[in-house]
């Protein structure tokens, strides 16, 4: 494997951060912390529409503190993904009891009630957005799943709405190669970091 096969390069990196994902130990409790550091930010306190993601697999964890979230006078959006389209669509989550198992084993909202007018959000609504990654980097570099889910989410976001990467300390590598799509985070948070990443406009 070379620079020359950038592919190669991207695929490899992405197997070895879900690996050391999966490795990491305490996942509750390290992903607490996140969690709080996440909360604890000036740009979450100055927001009023929220977006977490709910985690699966072996992402940092966020369902245990959505209830939490849930309080503290905010409008709190969780994505769902459409398959048919690869797309991901928001929605207002006012009780952790509307949400259900669905695509990839993720918990959504329940069908009946994800297309309700009053629980549709639009991206450019968000003031503030929490990213799940396989990968990232200082730069504020990002690699997800592959399917571009979230690219094409992020960038209907309002320039000014941060993003916020939230990963264990083991998925963050020295430098992982981005596609012109890609889009970079603001800030990137582990257990033990503040990565301040280039955004959208670096």
């Not at 990196?13 to 994902?21: D, F, G, H, I, S």
């Not at 596609?179 to 985070?185: E, I």
Request: with cysteine.
């Amino acid at each position: 494997m070379t620079d020359a096969d950038p592919q190669a390069r991207k695929a490899a990196l992405r197997e070895q951060a879900r690996k050391n994902r999966v490795a990491q130990k305490n996942k509750d409790e390290v992903s607490r912390v996140i969690c709080d550091r996440f909360t604890a930010l000036h740009a979450y306190a100055a927001a009023k529409t929220v977006m977490w993601y709910v985690d699966a697999g072996s992402e940092v964890r966020t369902r245990h503190a959505l209830p939490a979230a849930l309080t503290h006078g905010k409008r709190v959006v969780v994505p769902w993904c459409v398959v048919e389209t690869n797309t991901l669509e928001l929605f207002l989550l006012e009780d952790v009891s509307e949400l259900v198992e669905g695509a990839y084993k993720i918990l959504e909202p329940k069908a009946e009630l994800r297309t309700l007018p009053a629980k549709v959000v639009r991206p450019e609504e968000l003031d503030l957005v929490m990213v799940p990654g396989t990968a990232f980097d200082p730069r504020g570099g990002r690699m997800g799943q592959g399917k571009g889910y979230y690219d094409r989410l992020l960038s209907a976001a309002r320039p000014d709405a941060p993003l916020v990467g939230m990963a264990f300390d083991c998925q963050v590598f020295d430098d992982i190669p981005v596609a012109p799509h890609d889009v970079f985070m603001d800030l990137v948070l582990t257990e033990t970091r503040t990565l301040t990443g280039r955004g959208r406009t670096g």
